[in-house]
């Protein structure tokens, strides 16, 4: 797969992680787990670009006596999300036409 495709899908992929409710890395991780695999060291990379693109933001809070970073998303990230959808749709459509012409052979 093109990598900056790639890039893209996994950067939506992060936001709709958070998009329901606030959420620190492990978990994201875990909540992603049934649908695509991320290592830690790719997820914070995504994360940290995110929020440099001000598409979440990041707090911490203690727990159980160390700093978790929780990560929310802003409304620049949940209109990503929109976009993302809008472009798809596109995608699809191209999708459709280039099978279409494999089904004429």
Not at 17 to 46: F, H, Q, R
Not at 86 to 102: A, G, L, P, T
Request: hydrophobic letters at 35%; a positive charge.
């Amino acid at each position: 797969m093109d990598i900056q495709l790639k890039r893209g899908l996994l950067d939506v992929c992060v936001l709709s992680a958070i998009k329901n409710e606030d959420s620190y890395g492990y978990k994201i991780i875990k909540d992603m787990s049934p649908y695509i695999v991320m290592s830690e060291s790719t997820l914070y990379t995504i994360l940290k670009r995110l929020e440099l693109g001000n598409m979440l933001t990041v707090r911490n809070v203690e727990h159980n006596g160390r700093l978790r970073k929780y990560y929310h998303i802003t409304k620049a990230g949940l209109g990503r999300i929109e976009d993302f959808k809008d472009e798809w749709r596109e995608v699809m459509n191209i999708y459709q036409f280039v099978m279409k012409e494999d089904k004429k052979r």
